[in-house]
């Protein structure tokens, strides 16, 4: 008689069949039929399989952090060579929990500035543009940058952002949504705050100075501002408490760049 059913091979000699985990006889060879086959229970196998994803999982993860690390030690030697630069307000820096850092954008060098002076791992939100330079994408994605979309709805990059908050991590955003070509502060959008209200986030302001004059002998100043923390988190947000969280953050950073 015609066998019908379909099995796909897995790892560790399992398989799967329609829904139903299945497990060779004979461990060094047969095919995919019944003959060969035996069922087996499947909550039997899904701590073994939830045990290795995780595994791998917590591998990947380091991977990143000692390739941030790297980076991070890369882009430093490459600052103190090229320039001076001054970090100030590190005491405001939140020493663990979820957290949006809003700064003013003015070059590209930016992302490595920041990366370089805050102490945790920061993952960038950038235009997808960067990701098309040659070696400075290599850079920004060492330093644990995603790409996003502007100027339409990207899902992939808001998932991407909700993640890393909701794990306890920092999200950078430059709300300018672009560098300013004069460097004077540009209106900001209301993504960050939307984040930070949604998780629960802290929003720390961050002020860029000279990062655009690294090649003409700036001295570069980065300043972190004051926290601004959530009360509520959520789904009850209103569109009013967005607009003073951006306003808030706006005028902090202005402070700092006077």
Request: aromatic content about 12%; overall charge positive.
């Amino acid at each position: 008689m015609k066998n019908n059913m379909r099995v796909f091979v897995c790892s560790k000699g399992l398989a799967r069949e329609r829904g139903t985990l299945v497990k060779p006889k004979n461990e060094k060879g047969g095919f995919p039929g019944n003959a060969f086959y035996k069922r087996v229970r499947k909550d039997k196998y899904r701590p073994l399989i939830a045990n290795n994803a995780s595994r791998w999982q917590s591998y990947f993860r380091r991977i990143h952090q000692l390739f941030y690390q790297f980076a991070k030690f890369v882009c430093y030697l490459f600052l103190r060579f090229i320039c001076r630069w001054e970090v100030r307000g590190r005491e405001n820096i939140p020493a663990e929990g979820p957290v949006v850092i809003v700064a003013n954008h003015v070059s590209y060098l930016d992302p490595v500035v920041v990366g370089v002076a805050f102490p945790r791992m920061v993952r960038f939100m950038a235009k997808e543009e960067l990701f098309h330079i040659p070696i400075f994408k290599y850079i920004i994605r060492g330093l644990q940058a995603f790409p996003v979309r502007r100027g339409e709805s990207d899902r992939a990059a808001l998932k991407t952002a909700l993640q890393i908050l909701h794990q306890g991590q920092v999200l950078g955003i430059f709300p300018e949504g672009t560098r300013s070509p004069d460097g004077r502060l540009l209106p900001f959008q209301a993504g960050a705050a939307v984040l930070a209200l949604k998780t629960g986030a802290v929003l720390l302001p961050v002020a860029i100075k000279d990062t655009d004059r690294v090649f003409r002998g700036g001295h570069i100043k980065i300043t972190f501002g004051r926290p601004l923390k959530i009360t509520t988190s959520g789904r009850n947000y209103t569109p009013q408490q967005v607009q003073d969280l951006t306003s808030a953050a706006y005028q902090e950073v202005k402070k700092m760049l006077a």
